[in-house]
């Protein structure tokens, strides 16, 4: 297959937004919309959603703005998708929720566990979701979430196994398919990313893929350098550069310019004080520069501890592209606070100065109304945070 012939352009940036927001917030236990004022100081919690059941994602539509998606686990009934057109306060389930074929008779079977990470399609195409599930597959919908089908050239690829391995096997939640990124300039442009197993790029709308994984170091490989087999945590694509991508893998924080076609490791210039390692979940970037990230470290020691090092939380901001990091601290404990931030779970707004969120395991929210320079926490007592996005100029 031919490779995607990458460019250095750079789209145009929106103006900020001023408007109010949302939190939409997945956790263990429920579903829940934080609210916040114009500026960004009063928040408002609404009541929980899908008490009890296990919320692995919450998505608005940037196309609508009014049509939300929601992944549940829903106990003993199994993994479905809601659907919501009136901002959360009315759902109906998929008609024709993802699933695997059935095996034939006596063969051994795929059983979705769950769906993981919902990604809206390009915007020229208005009724197109994607889904990654665990055990990593790959889910379409063209009717806005209403029924899905699976994507054939991913899932029934003939190295699939080859590239990801089995699927009872990979992180302690399930090995998971996720970090689904479509080109603003190309619908049939995108990347995935399996835990583990890697990036992978199409471009021809998923219907053959091919590992983007030069440069990446995994210590738990045979071949650290491996054509495939690492293990991203979470991968984001610039949407004004979309040849600029990073990530956060097991083993590090990379950013790759796609036209050279290699993953450069920036998480090794992080300040050496603090005992910090680049190990972490989520990687977040500015909206409007493709220079500009944050990362929030976790104990990457052995064994894994996974949580803030030494009970000390903090961000880290980079303005260059990850040649050099700015701890940002203030407004965070400054000791005893064992924090730890799963990969859906910290994104950024679009206003200006730009606010960046966070939601732990602990089930505290955290916001910063100037990136990162000082810290809030807008929401406590929530279960077990999974996922958190934000929603603006909805309707």
């Given at each position: ?83 919501s057109t009136d901002f ?105 990313s399996l835990s583990g ?111 803030t090092p030494n009970g ?84």
């Amino acid at each position: 297959m031919a490779k995607q012939k990458a460019t250095s352009a750079t789209l145009a940036a929106p103006n900020p937004t001023k408007g109010a927001l949302a939190l939409l917030i997945g956790t263990r236990k429920g579903a829940f919309i934080l609210r916040g004022d114009k500026s960004r100081e009063k928040w408002k919690l609404s009541d929980s959603m899908f008490v009890g059941n296990i919320i692995h994602h919450v998505v608005l539509d940037p196309r609508d703005r009014k049509t939300m998606l929601l992944c549940a686990r829903t106990g003993h009934l199994g993994p479905t998708i809601f659907r919501s057109t009136d901002f959360g306060k009315t759902w109906k389930e998929a008609a024709k929720p993802p699933a695997f074929p059935k095996a034939a008779e006596g063969a051994k079977g795929r059983v979705l566990d769950h769906n993981f990470w919902l990604t809206p399609g390009h915007v020229s195409e208005t009724d197109v979701w994607y889904v990654g599930t665990s055990p990593q597959g790959l889910f379409r919908s063209e009717d806005g979430g209403v029924t899905w089908d699976e994507v054939k050239g991913f899932n029934e690829h003939p190295l699939r196994q080859v590239w990801a391995g089995p699927d009872d096997e990979g992180p302690p939640d399930g090995a998971t398919l996720h970090s689904i990124m479509i080109d603003p300039r190309d619908s049939a442009h995108m990347y995935i990313s399996l835990s583990g197993g890697g990036v992978f790029e199409s471009t021809d709308k998923g219907a053959d893929w091919h590992p983007v994984q030069k440069g990446l170091w995994s210590e738990f490989l045979p071949d650290p350098y491996a054509e495939y087999g690492h293990d991203p945590h979470c991968m984001r694509m610039h949407l004004l550069m979309p040849d600029r991508l990073y990530t956060q893998t097991h083993c590090g924080i990379y950013r790759m310019d796609r036209g050279e076609g290699v993953w450069t490791r920036i998480g090794e210039n992080l300040p050496k004080e603090n005992n910090i390692s680049d190990y972490s979940f989520p990687i977040v970037l500015h909206p409007r520069d493709p220079d500009t990230v944050w990362a929030m470290p976790l104990d990457g020691g052995f064994p894994l501890g996974r949580v803030t090092p030494n009970g000390k939380p903090a961000t880290y901001i980079t303005r260059n592209g990850g040649k050099k990091w700015k701890r940002q601290d203030k407004g965070l404990p400054k000791k005893d606070g064992w924090f730890s931030v799963k990969r859906q779970s910290m994104m950024s707004d679009t206003h200006a100065p730009v606010g960046v969120y966070f939601g732990t395991t602990g089930g505290e929210v955290w916001a910063s109304r100037d990136e990162g320079d000082s810290w809030t926490r807008i929401a406590d007592h929530l279960p077990e945070i999974y996922s958190l996005e934000v929603a603006e100029e909805f309707e």
